[in-house]
């Protein structure tokens, strides 16, 4: 049974990014909302973002409310932010497959890969 899964790390703290939240979309076609969650202390979800019968092959998008966290996060920022929502966008190709889309957040810049 496929999971999608994912976890956040501010690069520029050196720790996990807790308290960020993430909304998951379905973008086939018109963009339906389909969950929102909050990491945890250790930057992750408790528990897939999606499996289940609801995991499915498509296109899907997380957004990252980056901004939000960064705020709290205790580091000098610029007026309007850098970074404010991330979007990422993916498609899931394999319904029984693990995607791991893990962010990298710094107030800066950002990265992701398919992890596992």
């Not at 956040?8 to 973008?27: F, H, N, R």
């Not at 901004?67 to 929502?85: A, E």
């Not at 498609?91 to 957040?105: F, R, S, T």
């Amino acid at each position: 049974m496929g999971r999608l899964t994912t976890h956040v790390l501010d690069t520029a703290l050196g720790c996990p990014a807790e308290g960020l939240t993430i909304e998951l979309w379905s973008v086939d076609g018109d963009p339906v909302h389909l969950a929102t969650h909050v990491t945890n202390a250790d930057g992750r979800i408790d528990g897939p973002i999606l499996d289940g019968d609801a995991f499915d092959v498509g296109q899907y998008e997380l957004r990252f409310h980056a901004g939000d966290y960064l705020k709290t996060s205790g580091q000098t920022l610029p007026d309007p932010l850098f970074l404010d929502i991330i979007p990422i966008r993916f498609g899931i190709a394999e319904a029984g497959g693990h995607y791991h889309v893990p962010l990298l957040l710094s107030p800066f810049g950002y990265s992701t890969y398919r992890g596992s």
